[in-house]
């Protein structure tokens, strides 16, 4: 029952705190599309670290292993 | 470690032999198989269609008003559905084959886990594409009885209601790794509300928090929950109002990009697990 | 060019972490084997030895805590060495609802089959298995003997070199046990190399070349199954039916009476027979028979597991 009234009521505007946040279609604010491109650099830079980390962690343990 | 730089080559080195298709697709085909014959997949989209179909008897409103509260009520049962889907199947996939040990042999096989990983994706994503194509179709046919045509915002709203479906199916996947299938469940309808109202309510909290620890915890929370309000064009549909295509793109992309980031995260986890 | 072992493993040891204050359990110590090719290697131990833990390891199921393991000289974290390998699960678990022939189809396009030979490669590993009639059965619907067959068909399919079979003859009848190990007789014939782990020692003594016995983690006998067995015999004296004193007095010279339809088999170490004979000649008990024996690979495996 509670999962059916959360997603009935998902997108509806009684759950913004203030009104102003969600005045108009979500298209034409800045607040998302903003969020999105933040979102989508953050997760570039942590998938580059992680794939820098794995080569560098097996060039180590190569030239260890030498 | 070797499964993530093979999760990662996947994403990357497509047609390099390390994407091997033909394995994820045999995963795919197979969880589409034993997803398709589950009977929570059966309620839910009987219950949608039933709850589709019943828009039929709006007849107490006016004709303008009758479409587009049915247009409302088809949108979100859509989204409904296909949410319920993906978190329902994504949840049970990995742990179920986990706990029957079907796994095994299949992991006793020449496939890596992240191909493993993908192919559960895939099938869980094929299903709930059945259930939201069934559900659109009766949805396509009711519109098209009230103005006799069809209506284009209609399929673009559905595309963009999958690519959401498609985000919270890749979190259920994910924290399947590692959690049980009652957990990954609540956990991943937990993230799924909060992504929903993510700009809305917690973009708000934040600003109101005193600066702290608190005011930063939130807004690592914030800045993790996917962005689910924005591939919301109910709007759209409703009034007919057109969505810039730069910013349908960049949903869109984003939409692709927190999928397999999520899922390569999942990989990363699993690559470590014992079976 | 030197060949590589198909199986070999290199102080291959496996510690599961049990909390802070447990500590860790050694579940695999140090396990040192090398598999020659073509033969059917059998890997012993009672339950809990670490029979399944190695070849979990083998398999790539986990990573081993220190050593390394390889299958024809690639190590096993390397996804390429399961193509050469078919595997068997102790209890081979499928989706239900599949049919023999759809596992197959599902394993050889996994073990990288080329897609119009599956067809024909399926039906004749289901014929080699003796299940071909039951091609189109749903699994649901098959006998735990049967599907321990489609299991066996399924290890088979990919034609690989090396064989991982788990108990490969449980569930199984003694018409469709005699056929499985005639099958991996047939299959060491064709060159394949079998390494299986079974509790039905009787038949594994027939067919085994080399064996490993396994205790708590450690390898307490490798070799060919003559060398694994005691170079002691013993001797064997059939005699007529004891009385419960006689059983007291003999049981004191370590013998161990066995009722053989209306006698009793009395067997003991060669070293004691001239005191077993002076206490059977003073109650004037019969002689029927009278050899020796050497030890079975059972009674080995039961010395050797104590």
Redesign the interface.
């Known amino acids: 029952m509670a ?2 009234l ?3 009521l ?2 509806v ?1 009684a ?4 009104g102003e ?2 005045a108009g ?3 034409e604010g800045t ?3 903003g ?6 650099g ?2 570039a830079i ?2 580059c670290t ?2 820098a980390g ?1 080569y560098l ?2 060039v180590l343990k190569n030239r260890n292993e030498r | 470690m070797r499964d993530q730089v093979l999760g990662v080559g996947s994403w990357v080195l497509v047609g390099k032999g390390i994407f091997d298709m033909r394995k994820i697709w045999v995963v795919a085909k197979m969880s589409l198989l034993e997803n398709s014959r589950k009977q929570v997949f059966h309620v839910l989209c009987l219950v949608m269609l039933a709850l589709i179909a019943s828009s039929m008897l709006l007849s107490i409103f006016t004709e303008g008003v009758r479409l587009k509260i049915l247009k409302d009520i088809c949108m979100t049962s859509i989204l409904f559905g296909g949410s319920a889907l993906a978190i329902a199947l994504g949840s049970m996939g990995i742990p179920n084959d986990v706990e029957s040990r079907t796994i095994y042999p299949i992991f006793a096989r020449p496939i890596s886990r992240s191909q493993y990983i993908t192919g559960k994706f895939l099938g869980t994503m094929l299903t709930v594409f059945l259930g939201v194509l069934a559900m659109t179709i009766v949805f396509a046919a009711l519109i098209a009885s009230f103005n006799g045509g069809f209506d284009p915002y209609l399929l673009l709203a559905v595309a963009f209601t999958l690519l959401e479906v498609c985000i919270v199916a890749a979190i259920a996947t994910t924290i399947s790794v590692f959690a049980s299938p009652a957990v990954t469940a609540a956990f991943t309808f937990m993230i799924y509300i909060c992504g929903t109202i993510k700009i809305g309510y917690f973009g708000g909290m934040i600003e109101r928090t005193a600066d702290g620890i608190s005011k930063s915890l939130f807004g690592v929370i914030y800045h993790i929950l996917p962005n689910l309000e924005c591939f919301n064009l109910k709007a759209s549909l409703v009034h007919h109002d057109p969505v810039p295509a730069s910013y349908l793109a960049q949903v869109a992309v984003y939409g692709l990009c927190y999928s397999a980031f999520v899922l390569f995260i999942g990989m990363v986890k699993f690559g470590r697990r014992e079976v | 060019m030197k060949m590589s072992k198909p199986l070999t493993t290199d102080n291959l040891t496996k510690q599961y972490k049990l909390g802070k204050k447990q500590g860790a359990k050694t579940a695999l110590d140090s396990l040192s084997i090398e598999v020659p090719e073509g033969v059917i290697f059998g890997f012993l131990g009672p339950n809990g030895a670490g029979k399944t833990t190695t070849i979990k390891l083998l398999l790539d199921f986990m990573q081993p805590t220190s050593g390394s393991a390889s299958v024809m000289g690639l190590p096993t974290s390397n996804p390429a060495t399961r193509k050469l390998v078919g595997y068997l699960p102790e209890e081979p678990y499928f989706h239900r609802f599949l049919k023999p022939i759809e596992v197959l189809s599902m394993h050889a396009a996994l073990a990288g089959v080329a897609k119009r030979e599956i067809p024909k490669r399926a039906s004749a590993v289901l014929e080699r298995v003796g299940i071909a009639e039951y091609a189109d059965t749903p699994i649901s619907k098959l006998s735990k003997g049967l599907t321990q067959r489609v299991g066996i068909a399924q290890a088979l399919i990919g034609d690989p070199k090396l064989l991982i079979l788990d108990e490969p003859t449980s569930g199984l009848d003694p018409i469709g046990r005699r056929h499985t190990t005639q099958l991996l007789v047939d299959l060491r014939n064709e060159g394949k190399t079998i390494f299986l782990s079974s509790h039905v020692l009787s038949e594994i003594e027939n067919v085994c070349d080399m064996v490993a016995v396994l205790k708590r983690g450690k390898l307490v006998a490798y070799g060919e199954p003559d060398k694994v067995r005691s170079e002691e015999s013993f001797v064997m004296v059939q005699t007529s039916k004891l009385h419960p004193e006689t059983h007291e007095r003999l049981r004191f010279l370590d013998v161990i009476i066995e009722p053989f339809n209306d006698t009793a088999l009395l067997k003991f170490d060669r070293n004691n027979l001239y005191r077993v004979m002076l206490v059977l000649e003073g109650l004037s008990l019969p002689v029927y028979n009278i050899n020796t024996q050497r030890e079975s690979l059972e009674e080995a495996f039961l010395r050797l597991a104590a």
Request: aromatic fraction near 14%.
């Open positions: 999962f059916m959360g997603v009935l998902a997108g505007a759950w913004a705190e203030d946040r969600l279609h979500h298209w607040e998302y599309i969020e999105i491109r933040l979102q989508i953050l997760m942590i998938s992680m794939l794995y962690r097996r």
